[in-house]
């Protein structure tokens, strides 16, 4: 069972932006947490991208 998120921490979703625009198949996801009051805006993060083998801009959906 998943944990439920205490204060002002949330759970988001950081999507690759490369892979989205190029159409490749598949998507590079992460799920990591934030903090609302410090953050409202959308983070942006580089991480790796396991399906075109290098480090990318990732970006938060929802």
């Known amino acids: 069972m998943a944990k439920k998120a205490k204060g002002n921490r949330q759970q ?3 999507e690759c932006t490369e892979q989205k625009e190029s159409g490749l198949p598949g998507m590079s996801r992460y ?3 934030k903090n609302r009051k410090n953050t409202p ?3 942006e993060r580089k991480k ?3 399906f075109l083998k290098k480090v990318t ?3 938060e959906i929802k």
């Open 41 to 43: 805006d959308r983070l």
């Open 57 to 59: 801009v990732h970006r």
């Open 31 to 33: 799920i990591t947490t």
């Open 48 to 50: 790796y991208n396991p």
């Open 12 to 14: 988001i979703i950081l």
